[in-house]
């Protein structure tokens, strides 16, 4: 039986695991099933990247470039763009790209080529997992057919199985050993022997019943970020128009020990996730009649905040006698969030679009971000890429208003708050001790 067979060649590590898409998921985790003893074949339409891994570099912050050597050196890791070698592994895990069209329903394209070119190179025995965030019943109808092909077999020929990927980049707390993993297959031959790979990387494994389950699960975990930063920017507004301190009032709320969790207001919603997630939940609930009003709620309370933002600070510089049109004004962080380089649907982008469409000129430092390039079909704005700006004195001095849209640890606040002649702080950057006896202005969300 198939399911025997895999069951020896993993509790034997001698299963070859396969990952298609090396990114900040797919990366990791083979890194992972590499340091635990298996053999790993990463999968990439990106050469450079495999390149890349190949000579023992990582590109992604959280895994070191020592481990990636450690792996490729012992012989047990080993990234290629020949998808051929697909029929070399014993388990293959789905890592790529789930982003939205324009339209915002879900882009399935990447699934499907890596599904094709799994359909191609395909063999019995083979356990297939995507870890891909998708919708609801995407494993079942849409990755169980191609699998099918040739008339193979599930359980027979096949095991193939949804396990949601919850990393957190930049998270030093929680890597991939000790966060929980939710496991789901399309029988129950494949949840097991999913189950029992994963608990060789993972301390606590979590079997749900069906491909189904894992796949609601991932998006209502991240439907309830989203919903619930999308109240805490409300709730911000709301505390700003009565001139009361959101911050002081959010940490208030948490020193209750039950039935309060504290999310916190910011400039907007960033990374490949949280505003993405809830779009592919809310795309299958309307191919079943149903209106999701809270995704919407929550979507267009979030994606108002880089305006918001934006007015804030024509608000305040108004009041020093300038407009926003001809100003300076230095973005300060413009990572989605603090400490990564990802740059991926950050609001950041947002806020420097709307003040050039406006007529600011808009610098910014981030100690993690390069360059900032701008998509042509969305901007309103001066498309023009920007290029990152010591922060010297002279900048702070320079910019009539400071914008912190990401809390990055490396910066020098106080400095900041000495220099800067305005800042508007979106991150709650600036605490008590930094803004006591600082001649700026601060305006906080
Ligand atoms: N980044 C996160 O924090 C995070 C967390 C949880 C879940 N996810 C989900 O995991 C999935 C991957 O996200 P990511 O952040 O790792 O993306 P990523 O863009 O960092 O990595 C995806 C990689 O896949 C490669 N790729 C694209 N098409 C391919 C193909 N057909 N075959 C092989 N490789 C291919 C790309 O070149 C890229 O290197 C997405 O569905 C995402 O929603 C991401």
Sequence with gaps: MIRNELEKLIAEKRACVGVAGLGYVGLPLIIEFCLKGFRGIGFEVDSKKADQINAGKSHIVDVPDENVRKCVEEGRLEATTDFSRLSECDVIIICVPTPLRKTKDPDMSFILAAGEQIRKYKRKGQLVILESTTYPGTTDEVLKPILEDGGFKLDEDFLLAFSPERVDPGNPQFQTHNIPKVVGGV?????????????????????????????????????????????????????????????????????????????????????????????????????????????????????????????????????????????????????????????????????????????AEVVYHDPFVPEVTFDHAYTIGDAEPLKNNELTDELLRDCDCTIICTEHSNIDYKKVCDLAPLIVDTRNALNEDIRNGSSAKIVRL
């Design 187 to 359: 029988s129950k031959d494949s949840t097991d022997v999913a189950a029992q790979l994963y608990g060789t990387i993972v301390n606590d494994v979590h079997a749900v019943s069906s491909a189904r389950v894992a796949e609601a699960c991932k998006l209502w975990e991240n439907t309830f970020r989203a919903i619930n930063i999308g109240m805490a920017n409300e709730m911000a507004r709301l505390c700003n128009a009565l001139g009361i301190d959101t911050w002081e009032v959010v940490r208030a709320a948490a020193t209750k020990p039950f039935g309060f969790m504290p999310f916190y207001p910011g400039p907007g919603i960033g990374g490949h996730c949280i505003p993405l997630d809830p779009h592919y939940l809310s795309w299958k609930a309307r191919q079943h009649g149903f209106d999701s009003q809270f995704i919407s709620l929550a979507e267009q309370i979030n994606s108002g905040m880089p305006e918001y933002v934006v007015k804030l600070t024509s608000t305040a510089l108004n009041k020093s006698k300038k407009a926003l049109n001809g100003s300076k004004i230095l973005v300060l962080g413009v990572a989605y969030k603090k400490d990564i380089d990802d740059m991926r649907e950050s609001p950041a982008l947002s806020i420097i679009d709307l003040l050039r469409a406006k007529g």
